[in-house]
């Protein structure tokens, strides 16, 4: 709280000055919809006797300003929040299967997400307070080229990026992070789910720093990176605390007429102390993408894991809806399949997908899953107006069914597919 307020000082005396700055609005106003279908957990609704699906309808918003004091120097305060309007849900939290509301996806509705202060030269930027770490790097459309990949959404800490023709250096400094999940990449999640940053570090007691360099050579480009969080458990017991991660990814991508082929590996190893030993948990990725006039996309990846799980943020570039929908520190939710990136198990998940990108006034993901972790996902997005980079109001719906590790419910321990239907609206500003 203490860097927040600091923060907040420092955005106030920013203001007072402000009085030719350029202000520039960002963020969503939107309301999500989860029903679940087949298989999913249930609970003895008392009024009628009879078993109910999961389901809950709520809306959200990320608002705010970034303000301009300078071509180089601007500052940014702004809100985010969710609401749930109707809930019928199993409490997890609980013992005794009891209805939970607004404890559950839900438990606080409203956070100061945004309060930074930013300088951008172009070549070399940083960043300050609570901000989103991937609109910095990815840029406003999310096209820059980065090898920071596991970060996701709003986090409180300090960030820089130096980019050169053909060499770029960044590093974050991240202290907590806002509890919302989900990818930029992947339509209406970061409105599944609403935690504060207090939340956030409740669960996870660590500082975490992260930093690597990119090699941009157009149609190939390697980054390495490393990664270490001081505290990954909020506990004094011994066990899983502090995380060392080092890795790297290396994209070719290849343009020929009407056909783009981006081949993307990446490798992740991590070494961390559980139940009183040292583990070494290693990922390995490949993914392939073909896109076909800019428009179509088709392809598939495989990804291996060691015997060890991997410990991370929920937040990847992952093609997967099956497991994001949750809160805090947990990546299960209503799914109850958490991330196949981070199984460990000697786990192997390979999948294929299509779709059509986000470009186009109509977006869709396709997706099947086997192995160690099965999912079948359709979900798609339209855009009734506005451009893709501008203010825009999109609706959405999908189907997402799943089966991982073994899930818990009132009547023991099943494995079992799930079904789920999502709807959403998204007025984007």
Do not use: C
């Not at 209406?188 to 789910?193: G, L």
């Not at 506005?386 to 999908?398: C, L, V, Y």
């Amino acid at each position: 709280m203490k860097k927040l307020s600091v923060s907040l000082v420092l955005v106030a005396a920013l203001s007072a000055s402000a009085t030719a700055a350029e202000v520039n609005p960002f963020g969503f106003v939107g309301g999500y919809y989860s029903q679940g279908l087949s298989k999913m957990p249930t609970f003895n609704n008392s009024n009628n006797g009879k078993e109910v699906g999961e389901s809950y309808a709520s809306v959200a918003a990320h608002l705010g300003l970034d303000i301009g004091l300078t071509s180089n120097i601007s500052f940014g305060v702004g809100a985010w929040g969710a609401l749930p309007l109707y809930e019928t849900y199993y409490n997890y939290a609980g013992s005794n299967g009891s209805l939970a509301v607004g404890d559950t996806f839900y438990p606080q509705n409203w956070e100061i997400s945004d309060a930074y202060l930013k300088l951008d030269n172009k070549t070399a930027s940083f960043i300050g307070g609570r901000f989103d770490v991937g609109r910095f790097y990815h840029g406003e459309d999310g096209k820059d080229y980065t090898g920071m990949d596991w970060l996701w959404g709003n986090i409180q800490g300090a960030a820089f990026n130096v980019k050169g023709k053909n060499l770029g250096f960044w590093a974050l400094w991240m202290n907590s992070k806002l509890g919302v999940n989900g990818n930029y990449n992947r339509m209406a999640y970061d409105m599944a789910s609403f935690g504060t940053f207090s939340a956030f570090k409740h669960n996870h007691a660590g500082e975490v720093f992260m930093g690597g360099i990119d090699f941009d050579y157009d149609v190939f480009k390697f980054s390495p990176f490393a990664m270490y969080d001081t505290n990954y458990l909020h506990s004094n017991t011994p066990g899983t605390r502090s995380v060392l991660t080092a890795g790297a990814k290396a994209v070719l991508d290849i343009k020929g007429g009407s056909i783009e082929s981006i081949t993307t590996f990446r490798g992740l190893w991590q070494q961390y102390e559980e139940l009183g030993r040292d583990v070494s948990p290693l990922l390995l990725w490949v993914d392939e993408e073909l896109v076909l006039n800019e428009i179509f996309k088709i392809g598939g990846g495989y990804i291996k894991t060691n015997d060890y799980r991997v410990l991370l943020y929920n937040n990847d570039k992952g093609r997967f809806y099956g497991y994001r929908a949750a809160t805090g520190m947990s990546s299960g939710g209503i799914y109850g399949a958490g991330s196949p990136l981070y199984y460990g198990g000697n786990s192997g998940i390979y999948y294929i997908f299509a779709g059509i990108k986000p470009d186009s006034r109509l977006e869709l993901d396709l997706l099947f899953s086997g192995g160690d972790y099965s999912e079948m996902s359709a979900v798609g997005q339209f855009r009734l107006f506005g451009q893709e980079d501008k203010t825009n109001f999109k609706i959405g719906a999908g189907f997402v069914s799943t089966k991982g590790e073994n899930w818990q419910d009132h009547n023991g321990s099943l494995d079992e597919r799930r079904n789920n239907f999502i709807a959403f609206a998204r007025l984007s500003i």
